[in-house]
């Protein structure tokens, strides 16, 4: 992760201010990452934005994305595992 240093400098860091919501990723349920990616798509999609708060906001879409992602896979597996053992 960023150090919160100049750009270019690592991975971008998760700003729960920018997303609108309330707390950091590992404490955000998957439909409150998925309420998140839609705002931030649909403000992005006004196109009303600078150049810098658009491509924040697209990073910030992009953390939301796969921590929404990795939630899915997550959940996946876990049924996946649960059908299994059911039929053993």
């Known amino acids: 992760m960023s150090d919160g240093g100049p750009r270019g400098e690592g991975q971008p860091r998760f700003d729960p201010g920018l997303c609108g ?13 998925l309420s998140a990616l839609e705002a931030l798509t649909a403000r992005l ?37 649960l059908q299994v053992n059911r039929e053993q």
Request: without cysteine.
């Open 21 to 33: 919501v309330g707390g950091p990723l590992e404490v955000l349920s998957f439909e409150e990452l």
């Open 45 to 81: 999609a006004t196109g009303e934005l600078g150049i810098e708060a658009a491509a924040d906001l697209y990073e910030q879409a992009e953390i939301l994305h796969a921590a929404a992602a990795e939630r899915l896979e997550a959940v996946e597996a876990r049924i996946q595992k």
